[in-house]
Nanobody, 115 residues
Framework: QVRLVESGGGLVQAGGSLRLSCAGSGISVITNTVGWYRQAPGNQRDLVARIISNGVTNYADSVKGRFTISRDDAKNTAYLQMDILKPEDSAVYYC?????????WGQGTQVTVSS
């Protein structure tokens, strides 16, 4: 069964940190492009960060310098380290893996940043 399982969300005060995990089962998060997206109520789902199979990373302007995307080959897991969190970072965060035969989404994890 192909699936992605996210974890690591929660409630944190502004200025704090969280690390989200995206574990792949039946799908590689190492050889495919992995993206972290977020969606706040009433908003569209937007790309936050992406790591390509060759390791190149891209970030939304709103998170540059605060968020870091990475992968652990041995664990087949992608991470999103989020530092200096702001209330506007509150959203459901999803990971997505792009394959040649289509993409796979995780179930999402809630991040809430209090002011």
């Amino acid at each position: 069964q192909v699936r992605l399982v996210e974890s690591g969300g929660g409630l944190v005060q502004a200025g704090g940190s969280l690390r989200l995990s995206c574990a792949g089962s039946g799908i590689s998060v190492i050889t495919n492009t992995v993206g972290w997206y977020r969606q706040a109520p009433g908003n569209q789902r937007d790309l936050v960060a992406r790591i390509i199979s060759n390791g190149v990373t891209n970030y939304a302007d709103s998170v540059k310098g605060r968020f870091t995307i990475s992968r652990d080959d041995a664990k087949n897991t992608a991470y999103l380290q989020m530092d200096i969190l702001k209330p506007e970072d509150s959203a459901v965060y999803y990971c997505k893996v792009d394959r040649n035969i289509g993409w796979v989404w995780g179930q999402g994890t809630q991040v809430t940043v209090s002011s």
